[in-house]
């Protein structure tokens, strides 16, 4: 895989790694000094009241208030499905503020250990202001997985604001131009040593059993979502595209598209040495060439790519050879864009998001919730 420039650099947004901060109360004339203007930006600045670090839950899943009754908007359908929308299963996953943006939404972290894969990694989510919303407290929301480049641990870059990722969505969806998506961040690798292509590398730990089938599990155990393939896809840049591509094509009857962003098309870990087979199950050319032999069902592909960098070559490959049939290609290309994140996602503003958002289903607003029911 190539290196993701920048990708290793802890987000200066993630303060969930350091003990719980308390809020700081002053007394006496430091405080009269603090909030005499400029000790409050120094406050700001030394983060003294952030309450990073600390537990939350996300809007009307977990909340009481939201639905004005005792249980929580949606609580009292906690593992009902109703159609196509899956009500939280539980457990209850153990959430910490990782951050919390302008508009009041919030990132939440938290660990999870795969009862499938046996890995336990980090996991970041961010849900859109409409999810807390009354109007939608009986509907499900689509699934944006979203996954870094390099080596995607032990942190995944779109977890922070710097990107504008979680920005990007909210505009759009001002705009009209994106659905409201729950975006989730997952760790793509075990370790800084290696790619694993995110897949179940024979010998090593299973992150391909980690991303198809632990991450979504744990979504739909904690957040309203759609049962069908609907209202599931990824977005990724670069290793991560890879990733989100290869999944996507694996398992088409669970997701449904992604966002590619500068990926390789073809596996590359050194640990595939001595597992061709494996390998060759895990390779997105091969999985889309059979996609294609037994007639679908249908994914859709949408490929970013920055005229400044290179790669072109092998997606206009891909696109070429098995962008037909029940796989649905489209490549954006970026006009100054290099392999890095904040011109992919100006790319997911300039259409990719709009693509993606016709592409899946978004929620249903319905009568408010109220204490009756």
Same mark, same amino acid.
């Given at each position: 895989?190539?290196?993701?420039?920048? @990708?290793?650099?802890?987000?200066?947004?993630?303060?969930?790694?350091?003990?719980?901060?308390?809020?700081?109360?002053?007394?006496?004339?430091?405080?009269?000094?603090?909030?005499?203007?400029?000790?409050?930006?120094?406050?700001?600045?030394?983060?003294?009241?952030? @309450?990073?670090?600390?537990?939350?839950?996300?809007?009307?899943?977990?909340?009481?208030?939201?639905?004005?009754?005792?249980?929580?908007?949606?609580?009292?359908?906690?593992?009902?499905?109703?159609?196509?929308?899956?009500?939280?299963?539980?457990?209850?996953?153990?959430?910490?503020?990782?951050?919390?943006?302008?508009?009041?939404?919030?990132?939440?972290?938290?660990?999870?250990?795969?009862?499938?894969?046996?890995?336990?990694?980090?996991?970041?989510?961010?849900?859109?202001?409409?999810?807390?919303?009354?109007?939608?407290?009986?509907?499900?929301?689509?699934?944006?997985?979203?996954?870094?480049?390099?080596?995607?641990?032990?942190?995944?870059?779109?977890?922070?604001?710097?990107?504008?990722?979680? $920005?990007?969505?909210?505009?759009?969806?001002?705009?009209?131009?994106?659905?409201?998506?729950?975006?989730?961040?997952?760790?793509?690798?075990?370790?800084?040593?290696?790619?694993?292509?995110?897949?179940?590398?024979?010998?090593?730990?299973?992150?391909?059993?980690?991303?198809?089938?632990?991450?979504? @599990?744990?979504?739909?155990?904690?957040?309203?979502?759609?049962?069908?393939? @609907?209202?599931?896809?990824?977005?990724?840049?670069?290793?991560?595209?890879?990733?989100?591509?290869?999944?996507?094509?694996?398992?088409?009857?669970?997701?449904?598209?992604?966002?590619?962003?500068?990926?390789?098309?073809?596996?590359?870990?050194?640990?595939?040495?001595?597992?061709?087979?494996?390998?060759?199950?895990?390779?997105?050319?091969?999985?889309?060439? $059979?996609?294609?032999?037994?007639?679908?069902?249908?994914?859709?592909?949408?490929?970013?790519?920055?005229?400044?960098?290179?790669?072109?070559?092998?997606?206009?490959?891909?696109?070429?050879?098995?962008?037909?049939?029940?796989?649905?290609?489209?490549?954006?290309?970026?006009?100054?864009?290099?392999?890095?994140?904040?011109?992919?996602?100006?790319?997911?503003?300039?259409?990719?998001?709009?693509?993606?958002?016709?592409?899946?289903?978004?929620?249903?607003?319905?009568?408010?919730?109220?204490?009756?029911?």
């Amino acid at each position: 895989m190539q290196q993701y420039p920048g @990708d290793e650099r802890p987000d200066p947004s993630d303060r969930t790694s350091a003990r719980p901060r308390r809020r700081v109360w002053l007394a006496g004339a430091v405080a009269v000094t603090v909030l005499a203007g400029a000790g409050t930006a120094v406050a700001q600045r030394l983060d003294l009241f952030s @309450d990073n670090g600390e537990p939350m839950s996300f809007g009307s899943v977990h909340s009481a208030a939201a639905a004005g009754t005792g249980k929580g908007a949606g609580h009292g359908d906690t593992g009902r499905v109703v159609g196509d929308v899956s009500f939280p299963t539980g457990p209850e996953a153990r959430f910490v503020r990782a951050t919390r943006l302008a508009d009041g939404t919030e990132i939440g972290k938290t660990t999870l250990a795969g009862a499938k894969s046996g890995f336990t990694g980090n996991v970041w989510v961010w849900t859109p202001k409409e999810y807390s919303e009354p109007r939608y407290a009986r509907s499900a929301f689509p699934v944006l997985i979203a996954l870094p480049g390099g080596h995607g641990y032990p942190t995944n870059y779109w977890m922070g604001t710097g990107l504008g990722l979680q $920005k990007a969505v909210s505009d759009g969806v001002a705009a009209g131009t994106s659905l409201p998506f729950i975006l989730v961040m997952p760790v793509i690798n075990p370790d800084k040593k290696f790619y694993y292509d995110g897949a179940d590398i024979p010998g090593h730990p299973k992150m391909g059993t980690w991303m198809a089938e632990d991450v979504p @599990d744990f979504v739909k155990a904690n957040f309203r979502t759609y049962r069908s393939r @609907d209202g599931w896809a990824f977005m990724g840049s670069s290793s991560g595209g890879f990733v989100g591509l290869k999944t996507v094509v694996q398992h088409p009857e669970r997701f449904k598209a992604v966002i590619a962003s500068g990926p390789d098309t073809a596996p590359d870990s050194p640990l595939w040495k001595g597992h061709r087979a494996a390998m060759d199950a895990n390779n997105p050319e091969k999985l889309a060439q $059979k996609l294609i032999d037994r007639k679908g069902p249908d994914i859709y592909v949408n490929f970013q790519i920055g005229t400044m960098e290179s790669g072109k070559a092998k997606v206009d490959r891909f696109v070429r050879n098995w962008g037909r049939g029940p796989v649905h290609t489209t490549v954006r290309v970026i006009q100054g864009g290099g392999h890095n994140g904040k011109d992919y996602v100006r790319g997911m503003k300039e259409g990719s998001l709009e693509w993606i958002s016709k592409v899946l289903k978004g929620p249903v607003a319905g009568p408010p919730v109220t204490s009756a029911g």
